[in-house]
DNA sequence: AGTAATTGTGTCTGCCGGACACAGTAATGT
DNA sequence: ACATTACTGTGTCCGGCAGACACAATTACT
C-alpha cells in the first residue's frame, strides 16, 4: 500500500537501465512546485525536465496522487535535531521548525490536507513532536491532541501569510487589504467589531503565530501543571 | 473586484430573461459539491443540472474561481444567532457552530484555503467572532489571533475527521489506522514515542476538538485575566 | 420598423491524467 | 550462439476539463 513511501529500492536484473529514479521525479516535481505552485506540477511538466516522456513516469509510479505523497513527504525533509528541552521550549521549537518547512514549500500546505498515508518524514515529525512531551503527566491522547492543535494553528498561520505562487488567482495581501477596507467603508455598519478591532489593530501585523502559540502553550502548561500537582503530592 | 459576492442583482431591461440565476448556479454547484465532492464540480456538471449549457454560466460568472466563492459564501451561510454570553462561552459556541458549518460542507475545507476575496457571510462569521471578545481588554489585533487560532483549530479537526466524497483516494479512518498500525510493527523501533502514545491512547478519539478547544480558550483566560489584573486596579 | 443590448448555443483550442499496445534493451537459460 | 524472459521507454488514443469566440435568438427602447 505503501511501499513507495517506505520501500527500499529494489533493483531487478533483467531489462534496460532505468533513465531515472524514483528520487529524481520527485525532486523535479519538487522543483516544480516550489517555483510555480502545485497546480504547475503535472506529469508532462515533470517528464520535460527529465530525459524521458511523460509515460515513462508511469513507470516508477503509479498515478500522480502517489507521486505527490512522494513529493510531500521528500519536501518535508526530517524535522531537525533539536538539544533536549524543557517540553515548552522544546514544542515551541518544534513549532517553528515546521512553519519554516511550510514556508519552504508552500505548497506542502495544499498537498497535506485530508486523510492520506504517511511517509516517513512525517511521522519522524509526530515522533519529534510527541517527544518533547514525554514526561508531562499527558496520557498519550493528549500528547497527540496536543501536537495535532499546535499543527493546526502552524498550518493555517502559514497558510495566510504565504504567498501562493501560481493556483490561487494571485491576490496580494494588499489586494486584500485594499478590498477589505473599501467593503468596510460601505458597509461598516454591518460590521461594527470588525471595524474597530482593525482599526486598533493597526501596525500589529504577523503576531499571530506567536500570539496563538503562546496561548497554546499557556493552556497546555495550565493542564500539566495542574495534573502534576494533583498527582505527585499524593 | 467582489461585485459577485457583494453586489445587488442588478436587472438590465434589455434582451432574453435570463433563463436562471447566480443563485441557482451556486445552489446547484453546491449541490453537487456536497454529494460527490468538489472535484466534482465542473461547469458542464453544474449546467447538466440546469436548463442552460456549460457556456451560459459564463453570462452570471467570469470564471470558475468566482463561482466557488460565491458557492462557498453561501454555504457557509450566516452565523448562527446567539444569545448574549460571557465571551468563553460565547467563543465555544462561535467555534461548535463554525465545527458544524464545515462538518455540513466539507469541501468549503477545500475551497477556503489560502488568500481569496471575503464575502458578507464569511465576514459576518468573524464579526460575530469579535464580538465574543469585545470588552476583555483584548487589542484589536490579539482579538483578531484569538479567532483565527480557535478557526484553524476548527479547520483541522474538522479536516481530520470528515470523510470527503470523491476527491481523496477514498481512505477510510480504517485504512489509516490499519497502514499505521502495520508501519509500527515493523519499525517500531525508529518510532518509540509514536508507538507508546498510541497504546496509550486506546479508545479517546474525537476528544480533539474539545480538547484543544479547552487549551486554546484556557490560554486566553489566562491573558485576558492578567489583562485585567494588571489595569483595572490601577 | 429598426436598433441596441443582452442571453443562450456550438465549435474550437489546449491542457490534463491515464489506458494500452508495441518496440527496444539487457540479463538469463539452453 | 541463440532464444527466452523481464523490464524500460514511446506513441497513440480517450474522455474530461476551463475557457475563447463567433453567431443566433430574444427583448426593450427609439
Redesign the interface.
Known amino acids: 500500500?505503501?511501499e513507495l513511501l517506505?520501500g527500499k529500492p529494489s533493483l531487478p536484473s533483467r531489462g534496460p537501465k532505468p533513465a531515472v529514479t524514483l528520487a529524481g521525479i520527485a525532486e523535479a516535481g519538487i522543483r516544480i512546485a516550489d517555483a510555480e505552485g502545485l497546480d504547475a506540477v503535472s506529469m508532462q511538466r515533470i517528464a520535460g525536465e527529465l530525459p524521458v516522456t511523460k509515460m515513462a513516469l508511469y513507470r516508477y509510479v503509479p498515478g500522480k496522487?502517489e507521486l505527490i505523497a512522494v513529493m510531500s513527504d521528500l519536501a518535508m525533509g526530517a524535522p531537525p535535531d533539536r538539544p533536549d528541552l524543557p517540553w515548552r521550549e522544546a514544542l515551541h521549537a518544534w513549532a517553528m521548525d515546521l512553519y519554516d518547512g511550510f514556508t519552504r514549500h508552500p505548497w506542502l500546505?495544499?498537498s497535506t490536507?485530508?486523510?492520506?498515508?504517511?511517509g516517513?518524514n512525517e511521522?519522524?515529525w509526530?515522533?519529534r513532536g510527541?517527544?518533547a512531551l514525554?514526561g508531562t503527566g499527558l496520557?498519550?491522547?493528549?500528547?497527540?491532541?496536543?501536537i495535532?492543535?499546535v499543527?493546526?494553528?502552524v498550518?493555517?498561520?502559514a497558510?495566510?501569510s504565504t504567498?501562493?505562487p501560481g493556483?490561487?488567482?494571485g491576490?496580494?495581501?494588499e489586494?486584500?487589504q485594499e478590498?477589505?477596507t473599501q467593503?468596510l467603508t460601505t458597509?461598516a455598519a454591518?460590521?461594527?467589531?470588525?471595524t474597530?478591532?482593525?482599526?486598533?489593530?493597526a501596525g500589529?501585523e504577523n503576531?499571530?503565530l506567536e500570539?496563538?502559540l503562546?496561548?497554546?502553550?499557556?493552556?497546555?502548561e495550565?493542564?500539566i501543571s495542574g495534573r502534576k500537582a494533583s498527582t505527585s503530592p499524593h
Chains 1, 2 share one sequence.
Open positions: 500500500m505503501s517506505w496522487t500546505l495544499l490536507v485530508g486523510r492520506r498515508l504517511l516517513p511521522l519522524a509526530i515522533e510527541l517527544a514525554t496520557t498519550g491522547g493528549e500528547q497527540m491532541d496536543s495535532l492543535v499543527t493546526s494553528h498550518r493555517n498561520i497558510q495566510q504567498t501562493f493556483h490561487t488567482t491576490l496580494t495581501e489586494d486584500m478590498s477589505l467593503i458597509e454591518r460590521f461594527p467589531h470588525l474597530t478591532a482593525l482599526r486598533t489593530a500589529s503576531q499571530g500570539f496563538g503562546q496561548r497554546i502553550l499557556d493552556g497546555l495550565l493542564l
